[in-house]
């Protein structure tokens, strides 16, 4: 069973930059890919960045050109690099994971607990 670990949330300013890691307890290559989400107050969960076990990256609108999402294989981590920071990035940020469970391909996924980024003078 695997288990994903956030962390590198915190307080930063606006137009400053945080990165974000997600460690799992799996071999990250397994996965047929891997995101981030967040969630604001008062919001629904939302996809910010994805990342699919080839290298292809996909991004939402609002933080193209802003956040970047990479994999580093051998320490089975995923980043979220943030960058000009604004206070509508204010949110929880989960890790998530989406893999294969059974051999008809079925799929499954995992969620991290979550790390707090808030974006504030």
């Known amino acids: 069973q695997a288990q994903l670990m956030e962390s590198g949330g915190g307080l930063v300013q606006p137009g400053g930059s945080r990165r974000l890691s997600c460690v799992s307890s799996?071999?990250?290559?397994?996965?047929?890919?891997m995101a981030w989400y967040r969630q604001a107050p008062g919001k629904q969960r939302e996809l910010v960045a994805s990342?699919?076990?080839?290298?292809?990256?996909n991004y939402i609108d609002l933080v193209v050109g802003r956040f970047t999402i990479s994999r580093d294989n051998a320490k089975n981590t995923v980043y979220l690099q943030m960058d000009s920071l604004k206070p509508e990035d204010t949110a929880v940020y989960y890790c998530?994971?989406?893999?294969?469970?059974?051999?008809?391909?079925?799929?499954?996924?995992?969620w991290g607990q979550g790390t707090q980024v808030t974006v504030s003078s």
């Open positions: 799996r071999n990250i290559r397994n996965f047929d890919s």
């Open positions: 998530n994971a989406v893999f294969r469970v059974n051999v008809e391909g079925a799929t499954a996924q995992r």
């Open positions: 990342i699919s076990n080839d290298g292809r990256t």
